[in-house]
C-alpha cells in the first residue's frame, strides 16, 4: 500500500528540475513545521502535512508567481493532518500564524481541503515511516539506550528528510529503517541477514536512504548530535523541529529560518471576500 500514499513517480525528477517551485516547497515545510512546533503537534501530524504537499503538488501545477497558491495549500494541508491525528485542532484563523503575506478565510481554506483530499482520491490516512518505527526498534539487539531515547531520534530523523527532495524516491519503510539504524550510531553494523527485514522492504533501498541519511542529516547537519552523546544537553534544541529549524543548511537545500517562536499575528481584513492581505 505504501506506493498508493507516495508522489508519483516522475516528482522528484520534477523538483530536480525545477518544474515544481522548489525554494516556494521549502518556504512552505518552514512553515508547517514553526506552526506544528508552536501548537506542540506530533511528528506525523508535521510529515502528513508534508506528504500532503508533495502528493498534491505531483498532480497538480500551481501557478509559480505570487505566493499565494502556495500558502493556501500549506494552510490546509496543515489543517487536514492535524483533523487526522491531533485530539485537538486550532480553528482555521488561528492556525495562520508568524504574520503570513495573506491570511484566508475558513471558507476559502475548506475549499482548497476539498480540492486536496479529491486529488488524494480521499487517502488521508497515510502510511508513513513512523508506521514502521515499533517494528525495527524492536528487532535492534540489546542496546545502552533507552527504546524512548532511540524513537526520538529516529523521529527527528524522518521529520528532517521532509527537506531534503532526494528523500522523496524512498518508501516510507525503507525510510524508518534507515532513520533506526542512523539513531543508533556508529556502534551498530547495518544487518546482513535478510531476517532482520521483512520481505515487502527493499534491503538495497534501506541502504542508500542509510547512506543519504548520513551525508545530509548526520555529517554536515547540526543534528549530528546524535552521534555525539557528549555533546551538551543544553546544547540541544529542545524538540524535534528545533532541530529542523538549526539543521537549516546548505545540504538541506532549505533557507535559513528563525527557531524561535512567535505569538499569532494581528490580521487585518481587507474588503476581498476569501483572501485577507497584511
Known amino acids: 500500500m505504501e506506493s498508493h500514499h507516495m508522489p508519483f513517480p516522475d516528482y522528484l525528477h520534477r523538483c530536480q528540475q525545477r518544474s515544481i517551485d522548489v525554494i516556494a516547497r521549502q518556504d512552505s515545510i518552514n512553515w508547517i513545521l514553526k506552526v506544528h512546533a508552536y501548537y506542540n503537534f506530533s511528528p506525523v501530524t508535521a510529515f502528513l502535512s508534508v506528504n500532503y504537499l508533495d502528493r498534491f503538488l505531483s498532480s497538480y501545477s500551481l501557478p509559480l508567481p505570487n505566493g499565494w497558491p502556495f500558502q493556501l495549500l500549506s494552510v490546509a494541508c496543515l ?6 491525528e491531533e485530539a485537538e485542532v486550532p480553528l482555521l484563523l488561528d492556525l495562520q500564524l508568524f504574520e503570513p503575506r495573506f491570511v484566508f478565510e475558513p471558507e476559502t481554506v475548506q475549499r482548497m481541503e476539498l480540492r486536496v483530499m479529491a486529488a488524494l482520491n480521499w487517502r488521508l490516512r497515510s502510511v508513513t515511516p513512523f508506521d514502521y518505527l515499533h517494528l ?36 516510507p519503510s525503507a ?24 520481505e515487502s522492504v527493499n534491503k538495497e533501498m534501506v541502504g542508500s536512504c542509510h547512506q543519504l541519511m548520513e551525508k545530509y542529516l548526520i555529517e554536515t547537519c547540526p543534528s549530528a548530535r546524535l552521534k555525539e552523546p557528549s555533546v551538551q544537553p543544553s546544547l540541544a534544541p529542545p524538540s524535534p523541529v528545533g532541530v529542523l529549524d538549526a539543521a537549516a543548511c546548505g545540504s538541506c537545500d532549505t533557507r535559513s529560518s528563525s527557531s524561535q517562536l512567535e505569538p499569532p499575528a494581528k490580521r487585518l481584513r481587507s474588503s476581498a471576500p476569501d483572501v485577507q492581505q497584511q
Do not use: N, W, Y
Not at 79 to 84: I, P, R, Y
Not at 140 to 151: E, G, I, R, T, Y
Not at 152 to 163: C, E, F, Q, Y
Not at 178 to 196: S, T
Open 79 to 84: 489543517s487536514l493532518a492535524a483533523k487526522m
Open 136 to 171: 525495527f526498534l524492536c528487532k535492534l539487539p540489546s542496546l545502552p539506550d533507552s527504546f524512548a531515547s532511540l524513537l526520538s531520534a529516529s523521529s527527528d530523523l524522518i521529520l528532517s528528510t521532509t527537506r531534503v527532495i532526494d528523500f522523496l524516491q524512498f518508501a
Open 175 to 198: 525510510m524508518a529503517a534507515a532513520a533506526v539504524f542512523c539513531a543508533v550510531g556508529e556502534g551498530f553494523q547495518f544487518p546482513a541477514h535478510d531476517a532482520f527485514f521483512p
